[in-house]
């Protein structure tokens, strides 16, 4: 016979769960609403862009008028080639303006506030895409107009999870901050799209359309966040203690009196008071402070290893990739693809939602090195009969070719309900308030540091090894299954200031899903905001 649940266990599992005990007499949070709708669609326009333009780029590369106009190689049949250096800048520069656009939107963001600094962003990725499409002739141009738009590009992939993570419930954080994910899914397969409708044209309109498509979202992001109310934490931090209570109130739908409102700011309220008491923040903080070295390096490590599972591999080079293998419309291979990428991040939310990061996380990298071995082991020795794929008159197996698909698909399935959002959820929820958005930063570029590295060089790469490349993205994808293992702890249906408590703590990972604190103590929050 179970025992009977005391007041204090009741009321303590209510606020885990968001419930309202039995005896209270307000009105129970409503974690899906209109506000929680409008914020989530909007905000993670940010990812859309970021998709969109990623995915965009496999397809210019292949299509006939940029060739020629960009081009700077003959090939074997006298067409023009772009060559691995100008593929490999247009492709990577991005991730390059990426990179030090996370590293400058932290302290943008904390002086502007988050809706402002997400339209600012957004604009300077608008004037980098002018940039681009208006080139003609000069090859370079392209890649500078990414480098610029990069920035905005970085700097949005910082501002999205900070403002849902900061902004939205605990009952359903993860799920908004991962839909970051959702929307990077949905860029990705819109762009394939529009490049299989525009790919048989012969003239500038092929890769100008796509790119001139480009400019809607930011558009929409960029107005819209202004209609926004910002980021309750950021608000309270500046003073505007009723402004960050309406807002909290109205993301769940309940009065500024609700006690779970009260909770929330009585939390951020104590965690402030005693950032106050450390005085102003040092860059050497981030990794001095309790806890905060082993945060920062694994919130760095899991973005870098989010890129390093090698699905960045299959959205960029994906139309050249199955173009080898034999397939006669690589484009609707890649339509392929990111179709799976965006359906399966569906489940990929529920996942995370129902099940928990670490388990998601754990299992998603194991099943990740599993498809990447046998895609590797098919293109390395099946492919080609002569196991030659560098012999240009060497015909391949087109069955092997489908069963490589095929695989591909199951690859990104694994990735896209795992690996894919609940890395940025993770990220989103890891570091307390005072450190938040220049650690985020970090960890962001982390992810944009190693998405530069892969585009550029895995034409080279690629050229030198093959298909043998994929044996280094499954044994990457093994080592962030046991990091995450060891390091990670259960952050579903946690505070912010919960999180923290338990890395302060040192609370085991294996063991943090049903670590139960009675309250948050207010002796944890002081500890975790010490220098």
């Known amino acids: 016979m179970d025992k009977p649940e005391d007041g204090a266990e009741r009321n303590g599992r209510a606020r885990r769960t968001g419930a309202e005990s039995p005896d209270s007499n307000h009105p129970r949070i409503k974690v899906f609403n209109i506000h929680i709708l409008f914020m989530g669609l909007l905000v993670s326009l940010g990812g859309f862009i970021f998709g969109y333009e990623g995915g965009a780029i496999s397809g210019y590369l292949q299509m006939r008028d940029f060739i020629h106009r960009f081009g700077d190689d003959a090939g074997t049949d006298d067409r023009d080639q772009l060559g691995r250096v100008r593929t490999g800048c247009m492709v990577s520069f991005l991730s390059v303006g990426c990179l030090f656009g996370a590293l400058i939107s932290a302290p943008v963001a904390d002086r502007l506030g988050r809706k402002y600094s997400i339209t600012f962003w957004n604009i300077i990725y608008i004037l980098g895409n002018i940039v681009a499409i208006t080139s003609r002739t000069a090859w370079y141009q392209v890649p500078i107009g990414r480098l610029v738009g990069g920035f905005g590009i970085g700097a949005l992939s910082v501002l999205t999870p900070m403002y849902q993570s900061e902004t939205s419930p605990k009952q359903v954080r993860g799920m908004l901050v991962s839909a970051y994910q959702l929307f990077i899914t949905l860029g990705i397969f819109t762009s394939y799209c529009i490049n299989y409708g525009t790919e048989g044209i012969y003239s500038p309109a092929a890769w100008r359309i796509t790119m001139g498509c480009g400019f809607i979202a930011p558009t929409v992001m960029g107005i819209g966040a202004l209609f926004l109310r910002e980021s309750p934490r950021w608000d309270f931090r500046r003073g505007h203690h009723d402004a960050a209570a309406t807002t909290l109130a109205r993301v769940s739908r309940v009065h500024p009196k609700h006690p779970e409102v009260q909770h929330e700011l009585r939390e951020i309220r104590q965690q402030l008071e005693a950032e106050s008491v450390a005085g102003q923040t040092k860059w050497h903080e981030f990794f001095t402070g309790p806890a905060m070295a082993r945060r920062t390096l694994l919130g760095m490590t899991l973005q870098a290893l989010q890129q390093l599972t090698g699905a960045n591999f299959f959205f960029y080079y994906g139309t050249q990739i ?134 550029f060089f895995t034409p080279f790469i690629t050229g030198a090894i093959n298909y043998r490349y994929g044996y280094i993205f499954a044994a990457c994808s093994g080592a962030g299954a046991v990091i995450v293992y060891f390091f990670v702890v259960e952050s579903q249906r946690r505070s912010l200031e919960e999180v923290d408590t338990m890395y302060v703590r040192g609370v085991l990972p294996w063991k943090s899903a049903k670590w139960e604190p009675d309250s948050i103590d207010e002796r944890d929050i002081r500890e975790s905001a010490r220098p």
Not at 411 to 440: D, H, K
């Open 322 to 455: 199955f173009d080898a293998v034999g397939i006669e419309n690589s484009y609707i291979t890649s339509m392929i693809l990111g179709a799976v990428n965006f359906g399966s991040t569906f489940v990929g939310l529920w996942v995370g939602h129902r099940y928990g990061r670490r388990p998601a996380l754990v299992i998603g990298g194991v099943w990740m090195f599993m498809c990447l071995i046998v895609f590797a082991s098919l293109g390395s020795f099946a492919l080609y009969p002569d196991n030659n794929p560098n012999d240009l008159n060497a015909r391949t197996d087109p069955n092997v070719g489908y069963a490589m698909i095929a695989f591909a698909c199951l690859f990104i399935f694994g990735f896209a309900t795992t690996w894919g959002p609940l890395v940025w959820a993770i990220v989103g929820e890891m570091y307390p308030s005072r450190y938040r958005a220049r650690c985020m930063g970090l960890a962001t570029a982390s992810n944009w540091l190693w998405n530069f590295l892969i585009s």
